[in-house]
């Protein structure tokens, strides 16, 4: 998942529909991605954090990457 929010953007990868593609050309607006370690920890102690330094699991839910980044959806 990239996040930008100098570009207002959350990308959530979907296999087998350009994904790969899509996350190597929107890469270069997100900050760099945390270690494993920093994943790790985010996961044993979720967080409420602003969207730039969010950290997120490949299959978190819409519900739970909005109630990360502090949003709720629509």
């Not at 370690?37 to 969207?51: D, I, N």
């Amino acid at each position: 998942m990239l996040i930008s929010t100098s570009h207002r953007f959350i990308f959530v990868h979907i296999p087998k529909t350009a994904g790969t593609s899509i996350t190597a050309s929107l890469g270069k607006f997100c900050p760099p991605r945390a270690s494993r370690a920093v994943h790790l920890l985010a996961k044993l102690y979720p967080l409420r954090v602003s969207p730039g330094r969010a950290i997120m699991s490949m299959h978190s839910t819409a519900l739970q990457i909005s109630e990360k980044i502090q949003t709720r959806p629509d």
